[in-house]
């Protein structure tokens, strides 16, 4: 499937996107398998070149997608048609890198530090905070109910209260040891299972829950 860059579920199946070069895919999987079951190319995703799609995340059967360019986009896709049914502007200097929904707004990182609340009207900033480590650069973002999980493109998998950004604790191994870069990526959340593609591909955890 290329280079994939997004994750997302609908309730009954993963969808990828995959990236290549200025072409784009949008995969259903067979969870059990991980094989495509269908898929939509998106030609008139990406405007020009240089532009890159980072983040995917389903939203009341819609799939939106977080662009990341000269002019940074939120893309609403229906996953049917692969038809483009909306864009809004998105905010963050050096651009969007993972994409979630809790059931009523987006949550956008970008990939200096910051973490956004947005509004599904207009895209407009609910909320904004940077990180606790400064110096981390995001790739993906999940949400689960008090959480937020972020893994680094470098570093660590944390996760920050929605609330107000308060660092709840950083993700270990059951061995205690930190997720290795080569196994982080985009993220979501299948129940209380956190789903990571990587490079690695896709790969299942339980983790335990860290907030109250």
Request: a negative charge; charged letters at 15%.
């Amino acid at each position: 499937m290329g280079n994939s860059v997004g994750v997302t579920h609908d309730g009954r199946r993963l969808w990828v996107l995959s990236s290549n070069d200025d072409r784009h895919v949008l995969y259903e999987l067979d969870e059990a398998t991980s094989t495509p079951l269908r898929s939509h190319s998106l030609p008139t995703l990406i405007s020009s070149r240089g532009v890159t799609a980072h983040g995917i995340a389903w939203v009341d059967g819609t799939i939106w997608i977080s662009i990341a360019g000269n002019t940074n986009e939120l893309v609403q896709v229906h996953p049917d048609t692969g038809r483009i049914l909306r864009k809004l502007s998105a905010p963050t200097q050096m651009g969007p890198t993972g994409l979630a929904f809790d059931g009523l707004h987006l949550w956008l990182s970008g990939s200096i530090g910051d973490v956004f609340r947005l509004s599904m009207q207009n895209g407009g900033i609910q909320q904004h905070f940077p990180i606790a480590q400064s110096d981390v650069r995001n790739q993906g973002i999940a949400h689960r109910a008090g959480e937020l999980w972020v893994a680094g493109i470098f570093e660590q998998m944390v996760v920050y209260s929605p609330v107000d950004g308060a660092l709840l604790g950083a993700v270990t191994t059951a061995e205690g040891a930190h997720i290795s870069p080569e196994d982080l990526g985009q993220l979501c959340f299948v129940g209380d299972e956190l789903v990571v593609l990587s490079q690695r591909g896709l790969t299942y955890y339980r983790p335990e829950r860290v907030a109250d």
